[in-house]
């Protein structure tokens, strides 16, 4: 197959930021470089500097920081929010600039399939003959945001989603396929020994939940590292939330985890990794690189949760309240919220590490994911090309 994955976030370039954690950029280099693995003619469009086995389109340099500034803000006293517009209005020409590349390229030599996760593309994508399919790495959004307009006026174009919780709500989206995430094993080290620690991994926000996290750890008398970057240090949430909790013993900010090695000696050697999110996650990388990692995950029964995690086999799952939510009362821990996830933690030691692993090998490995996507691609051109 003659494949164009187009990867148009800044945010794809470690180089650039190196302190954002940014998920869709492990997913999207081990899609490409494991359809290249299975001989695919795969060209990614992406930040300039990216280390792929695929052919390489890189986007725009003068772009890719976006602290470029509006002609007409360059006379005026440069408040905040005239750098937010540009910076914004800078990355979207960045995205776009791409798009262009990868639709000038499809004209000279067709390709059986673009795959994008970037909405900016919708409006294009009936320009192509070629089978266009949207990646879709949230949760669907709520009525009033524009998140919902997009995906509303083009529910018709091709989804594939990460998680067959993410299909739940409006709008009903044309989905064609669900592939999960997957893990290159061999950069995972498993550790079955207990661990010392409860983990926290990903971006502090309220989502996220490392209020929540910290607070279990600290009721159930178990010293929490928490693995972020710094960017969202200055927001009311954290200062009030999280700030004020890190003394560095009970509660220790280790900073960002960048690689696999990193995120293998992190992950390892905790106890369990805390996930109380307070919105449905459409997949949680974090959850299989824990378990890939022989690590236990205890985490909020919201989104994908109940997908990823066996319930008393690889970790706990835990009602967050009385909401009516698939799968509510049937979990080994009964109690709730805060209380269901220290019961969680006391008795993380009844699961086998092991069997942590071997469910990841079983079902979220890389070679698993590009089978997912390939069995979709071939499904969607046989259907244009029938069409």
């Known amino acids: 197959m003659r494949i164009a994955v187009i990867a148009p976030s800044v ?31 795969v060209t990614l469009f992406s930040a300039p500097d990216i280390e792929t086995k695929a052919k390489l389109v890189g986007g725009a340099v003068d772009l890719l920081k976006g602290n470029l500034i509006r002609d007409k803000f360059l006379n005026r006293e440069l408040l ?7 910076g914004s209005e800078s990355r979207a020409f960045y995205a776009l ?38 990646t879709f790495h949230d949760p669907l959004p709520r009525r009033e945001s524009i998140d919902f307009w997009f995906l509303n006026t083009y529910k018709k174009h091709n989804f594939i989603s990460i998680s067959m919780g993410q299909r ?8 064609v396929g669900n592939v999960y995430h997957g ?13 010392k620690y409860l983990a926290y991994f990903g971006r502090l926000l309220v989502e996220k939940g490392p209020d929540v996290a910290i607070k279990a750890a600290k009721e159930s008398g178990e010293s929490i590292k928490i693995a972020s970057d710094k960017m969202h240090f200055n ?12 003394d560095g013993k009970a509660v220790e900010h280790v900073g960002l985890m960048k690689t696999a090695e990193e995120k293998s000696s992190f992950l390892g050697n905790a106890k369990a990794m805390l996930f109380p999110i307070q919105w449905d996650e459409a997949f949680g990388l974090v959850i299989i690189e824990s378990m890939g990692c022989g690590t236990p995950v205890i985490a909020y029964n919201r989104g994908s949760v109940p997908e990823l995690i066996k319930d008393g086999v690889t970790g706990f799952v835990i009602d967050q309240d009385n909401e009516d939510r698939p799968g509510k009362g049937s979990w080994v821990i009964k109690k709730q919220g805060i209380e269901g996830l220290v019961e969680a933690i006391q008795r993380i030691g009844e699961i086998d590490r ?18 997912g996507y390939e069995k979709v691609y071939q499904k969607m051109i046989d259907k244009t090309n029938y069409a």
Do not use: W
């Open 183 to 195: 893990l290159d094993q061999k950069l995972y080290v498993p550790s079955f020994e207990k661990g």
């Open 168 to 175: 739940k709500g409006e709008p009903a989206l044309n989905f």
């Open 80 to 86: 905040i929010e005239y750098k937010l517009e540009s």
């Open 235 to 246: 927001t009311d949430f954290v200062k009030k939330n999280v700030l004020p909790f890190i």
């Open 354 to 371: 092991k069997a942590c692993r071997k469910h990841v090998e079983e079902n979220f490995t890389v070679e698993k994911m590009i089978e």
């Open 11 to 41: 945010y794809m370039s470690e180089k650039t930021y190196p302190e954002r954690i940014f998920a869709p950029r492990i997913v999207a280099l081990q899609l490409v470089d494991g359809l290249v693995k299975k001989g695919h003619d």
């Open 97 to 134: 600039d791409l798009m262009g590349k990868a639709f000038q390229e499809d004209k000279k030599q067709k390709f059986d399939i673009i795959q994008t996760d970037d909405p900016l593309l919708h409006p294009l994508a009936d320009l192509s003959d070629s089978a266009v399919i949207f």
